[in-house]
């Protein structure tokens, strides 16, 4: 913000603090005015929240043993499960009979895949499996004592490693049939240029980007052998931030490289995803932003020659909290609880839908997990914003700017041709948790092909009255409940988790005292009214709070 701004920005907080003198809509420096044109349909949007990823599928039950929340159903809007890094790297994740038996390369038990599997179809969804890391059996130089815990060496011979891949292929194939199987989505590594996941035994960028490209190469072929040519898959890189080696070596190699395995030109790739972190709330990453990572994945595959690949991002939002519990302070879901998280999260999918990205992968949306518990303010942005799937994008325009606070203003407005529905998302964020200014909305909607009738406006404005976290950290007060309470940081909202909330006379305190009052505090409560499309306009005034998001349902009355 330049000098002159501050300077003002000072003085009229002073005068709106004055008895008397009132900043009311139309008059005030925080107004923002935006042009929605329903004529002007652009591209079609894409399920943004279509992907969660899950990291420890074989140490819990939730697929094992799945029990939908019927009351918070992510499978209304989630497509994909992501289980990471599920065929090996350490004792819990490799499918054999017996990981540590090194003597014996073939005693394949793939039961765990496959029970997390029939628990994903059965709910609806499709599994993404992230093949890898390599077996500990495979790699002389395998250790599990790495820093996730996985081997991040490449198998001692690769004929070795086909033959596993193959076999585990050939499992979902005879359980699951191979027409179904084609539906499902394949990643080869999480991170595949982070030295922490994945590099060759003398550590270099060159043999490391070798080492990969040629896993890739043998892994792709033995899926096309067994499931079919068409199968679906692709990689998952770093890209917010720089790796051991650069990615477009990989990407390269996929299109134009000689095949490690086939000894032909390319491999198939039909998606390619980063991650995106920004470090803690209020602060942005030193990497990439999101628009920068998913254009510099897709200039990459545009540069070689690559097209009709889909673009994502398979994990990310916010690495740690700005407090620590007793042992960490990063979030277990990578979200916060404060309402911050909701423009957060509505900021994110804009920048997505800018980039023309496909989706963006989560880890957990509710108060307990995946399936358990009540609403985070992420969740009812994920469950809004997927109603724009497969919507028109129309045309917005920001004619007028409010001048204070930095704040980060915006909209994303879609048309349903066929319901004759107008969606739109505003959202009024500032990178700070504390931020607590309220910014006047206007939306002049030109919309003709609902002129002269009378429409239904719903309106589901996400803000503190739909956020439990604000009545928690006043009750953690109450209560005694500190940091010192918590396992990892004390700002995720996933509080019903013992890895969050680990104490156990306040999981107590929570479940017999407040556990029922907050999920009333998560309850997102429409607002109805009737309006008449004039000479093709709709005008919308509302007041939005500091980092709150209005999603605005606009209907013909029946």
Request: with cysteine; hydrophobic share 35%; charged share 25%.
């Amino acid at each position: 913000m330049s000098t002159f701004l501050k300077i003002l920005s000072y003085i009229i907080s002073v005068l709106v603090a004055l008895p008397g003198i009132v900043f009311s809509g139309g008059n005030t420096v925080n107004d923002y005015e935006f042009i929605i044109d329903a004529s002007q349909q652009g591209d079609i949007l894409p399920n943004a929240v279509s992907n969660i990823n899950i990291w420890n599928a074989y140490e819990s039950t939730e697929f094992s043993n799945p029990k939908i929340n019927e009351k918070y159903n992510i499978t209304d809007f989630v497509e994909y499960v992501q289980l990471m890094q599920c065929t090996g790297g350490n004792a819990s994740r490799d499918l054999f009979v017996d990981p540590y038996n090194f003597d014996v390369l073939d005693d394949y038990d793939f039961s765990k895949l496959i029970v997390n599997c029939k628990g994903i179809v059965s709910m609806g969804m499709k599994p993404h499996l992230k093949l890898g890391s390599v077996p500990l059996k495979y790699s002389a130089k395998a250790s599990e004592d790495e820093y996730f815990g996985t081997n991040i060496y490449p198998p001692d011979d690769y004929d070795v490693y086909y033959n596993y891949i193959a076999a585990m292929a050939q499992a979902l194939v005879d359980e699951f049939g191979a027409d179904e199987v084609l539906t499902w989505r394949f990643g080869i590594m999480t991170e595949y240029e982070n030295a922490d996941w994945f590099m060759a035994a003398d550590k270099t960028p060159e043999s490391s980007s070798a080492a990969y490209c040629k896993l890739y190469d043998y892994s792709v072929d033995a899926l096309q052998k067994v499931i079919g040519e068409n199968v679906f898959v692709g990689a998952h890189s770093m890209t917010v931030t720089e790796g051991l080696w650069d990615e477009k070596i990989f990407i390269e190699h996929c299109a134009s490289g000689i095949n490690h395995k086939t000894g032909k030109t390319g491999t198939r790739v039909c998606f390619l995803s980063g991650s995106f972190y920004d470090a803690k709330p209020g602060e942005f990453t030193s990497g990439k932003t999101l628009p920068e990572t998913i254009g510099y994945l897709k200039t990459c595959a545009e540069n070689a020659g690559l097209k009709n690949l889909i673009f994502g991002i398979d994990e990310g939002r916010i690495l740690s909290g700005n407090a620590a519990g007793a042992d960490d302070s990063q979030l277990l879901s990578r979200t916060v609880g404060y309402t911050y998280q909701a423009a957060y999260d509505a900021r994110l999918y804009k920048q997505l839908f800018d980039s023309s990205g496909d989706y963006f992968s989560s880890w957990y949306y509710l108060s307990g997990g995946l399936f358990n518990g009540y609403p985070t303010v992420s969740w009812h942005i994920a469950k809004n914003i997927s109603l724009f799937k497969g919507l028109n994008r129309l045309f917005t325009e920001r004619v007028k700017n409010g001048v204070l606070y930095d704040t980060e203003v915006d909209t994303v407005a879609a048309y349903d041709q066929a319901n004759e529905t107008l969606r739109i998302m505003a959202y009024n964020f500032k990178n700070d948790v504390d931020y607590d200014k309220t910014a006047d909305l206007i939306f002049n909607i030109n919309v003709p092909q609902l002129n002269g009738k009378k429409v239904k406006v719903t309106a589901y404005v996400v803000d503190d009255n739909c956020n439990f976290f604000d009545e928690w950290i006043e009750d953690r007060k109450t209560y005694g409940i500190g940091d010192d309470c918590f396992g990892w940081s004390p700002e995720d909202p996933q509080i019903e988790s013992t890895v969050t909330l680990k104490n156990p006379e306040a999981r107590k305190i929570y479940f017999e005292k407040l556990r029922d009052k907050y999920e009333e505090c998560s309850r997102l409560v429409p607002a109805e009214q009737v309006h008449t499309v004039t000479d093709s306009t709709l005008t919308l005034e509302t007041e939005l709070a500091a980092n709150g998001v209005v999603f605005y349902e606009i209907t013909p009355c029946k």
